[in-house]
């Protein structure tokens, strides 16, 4: 008990930066509470004592804002920051080093009783705020679920999902399983700058801006180099005339007037 207490308290010291003391965490953290409380309405769930499990669950509710059926399996190292509005299914897995935000459902789709309606989700998952993990499928070890995303099938392990209905932008199916922390920088709502599909066509753009600008500064120092080249010579146009050559030095004028626009 006492070790399982202090993964909890660890795990939010490490990836909440707005987290300064033990005892700040101890007492201001209600999704510190509500795992807690969810523990003692669990141990009365598996002990036959059904009513008692409920109305524990119910209780927690009242005081955190954080729904979680004591019938759910919550393994160690979960963090549920904020935590309001959260609500967890009565067939609902987490499993260990599991990072779950504001808003977040984890619901099922069936109504059939003794099914396995609620999602499983593995070691190291990070659930960005508002999202929404609906059935009884599994999100892999080391995902990231982007802010208000609406997931309705198994994501692969490593893998971000966005969006409405939710897509996979980056899947490494055959990364082990790992942490969070362990799998580089803390994305702290589930989607980075990198990830996010906005962001990435944005960047495409400003590097296709950059290209475009790069290729014009050489075309318009080989068009001086030209001009330079062309300006002195005057064999073609003694050849051709004096007509020639007053087309010729036409041609240089736009040319230098091209390169100063």
Avoid at 35 to 57: C, D, E, N, Q, V
Avoid at 142 to 161: H, L
Wanted: charged residues 20%; aromatic residues 6%; neutral net charge.
């Amino acid at each position: 008990m006492l070790s399982r207490l202090r993964a909890d308290l660890r795990c939010i010291l490490e990836r909440d930066p707005a987290a300064r003391t033990t005892w700040e965490v101890l007492t201001c953290y209600p999704g510190l509470h509500a795992l807690w409380i969810y523990r003692l309405a669990h141990w009365f769930w598996t002990h036959g004592l059904k009513w008692l499990g409920r109305f524990s669950s119910h209780v927690g509710r009242m005081l955190t804002g954080i729904e979680i059926h004591p019938g759910a399996t919550i393994g160690t190292g979960v963090f549920i920051d904020h935590g309001m509005g959260v609500v967890i299914g009565e067939t609902a897995e987490i499993h260990d080093g599991v990072t779950i935000y504001q808003g977040v459902t984890l619901g099922g789709t069936s109504l059939h009783k003794g099914s396995k309606r609620h999602p499983t989700i593995e070691a190291g998952v990070i659930i960005g705020a508002g999202a929404q993990v609906l059935g009884g499928f599994t999100v892999g070890a080391g995902a990231k679920v982007g802010s208000n995303a609406v997931v309705t099938k198994p994501v692969p392990a490593g893998a971000t999902a966005v969006g409405n209905p939710a897509k996979i932008i980056l899947a490494k199916s055959e990364r082990p399983r790992q942490d969070a922390q362990a799998a580089g920088v803390f994305s702290a709502y589930g989607v980075t700058l990198s990830d996010d599909p906005v962001s990435q066509a944005i960047k495409g753009l400003i590097d296709t801006a950059s290209q475009q600008e790069a290729q014009v500064e050489l075309l318009r120092k080989e068009v001086k180099r030209l001009s330079a080249l062309l300006e002195p010579q005057t064999p073609a146009a003694v050849e051709v005339g004096k007509e020639s050559e007053g087309a010729k030095q036409t041609d240089l004028k736009e040319l230098r007037e091209l390169v100063d626009e």
